[in-house]
């Protein structure tokens, strides 16, 4: 089902069920509800999640490997030695999450509600801006540090006009230092 309803329900464990669900190829849990469970060595590979909720979920040592995890609450949920790799987080909520030698390689981190810890966000007038690491995401559009302290008044026009250059100029210093981003 499109919920992941039928795939996630039946007898033995949630664990188990679900291993079994990704062994048979299925891929689309959009809006599963799977809170308070635990999950140890599972390895998630091109899984759409969208919308899921994982609040209060454990993951141990999991892989989110090329998944659609827009709009995932993980809320009150733990992960550690887990790993996102080419991953989308866009809007995922990690309000309260443990993130624990947990990494975020080449995702996309646009809209995301971090946890205040590892993942840090923030409404800034038009934009939301989340920071994990070295990676800055502002509105649609997510760079490097690097990228965005040398970012040029042309690639601002060319990203949202003149408005984008007089926000940044204006926020600039205050999105740095608020993140301690040296």
Same mark, same amino acid.
């Given at each position: ?34 809170? &308070?469970?635990?999950?140890? =060595? ?14 209060? =979920?454990?993951?141990?040592? =999991? ?14 949920? /733990?992960?550690?030695?887990? @790993? ?16 624990? &030698? ?14 205040? $810890?590892?993942? @840090? ?5 038009? /934009?939301?801006?989340? /920071? /994990? ?17 040398? $970012? ?24 740095? @230092?608020?993140? &301690?981003? @040296?």
């Amino acid at each position: 089902g499109r919920t992941g309803e039928s795939i996630i329900t039946g007898q033995g464990s949630i664990q188990a069920t679900l291993k079994t669900a990704l062994a048979g190829k299925h891929r689309d849990f959009r809006g599963v509800i799977l809170s &308070d469970d635990s999950f140890r =060595c599972i390895e998630f590979n091109g899984v759409d999640l969208s919308g899921g909720f994982l609040d209060g =979920c454990k993951f141990v040592d =999991c892989i989110f490997k090329n998944c659609e995890l827009d709009g995932v609450s993980f809320v009150n949920s /733990y992960l550690t030695g887990s @790993k996102f790799i080419s991953s989308s987080l866009k809007g995922a909520n990690f309000t309260n999450a443990r993130l624990i &030698d947990t990494l975020i390689v080449d995702s996309k981190i646009n809209g995301l509600i971090g946890n205040a $810890i590892e993942l @840090k966000s923030m409404q800034v007038e038009t /934009y939301q801006v989340a /920071y /994990y690491d070295n990676i800055l995401a502002i509105g649609c559009e997510q760079k490097t540090i690097e990228e965005w302290k040398n $970012i040029t008044r042309e690639e601002l026009i060319k990203l949202d006009g003149f408005y984008a250059v007089s926000w940044w100029k204006k926020w600039e210093d205050v999105i740095f @230092k608020s993140f &301690d981003i @040296k």
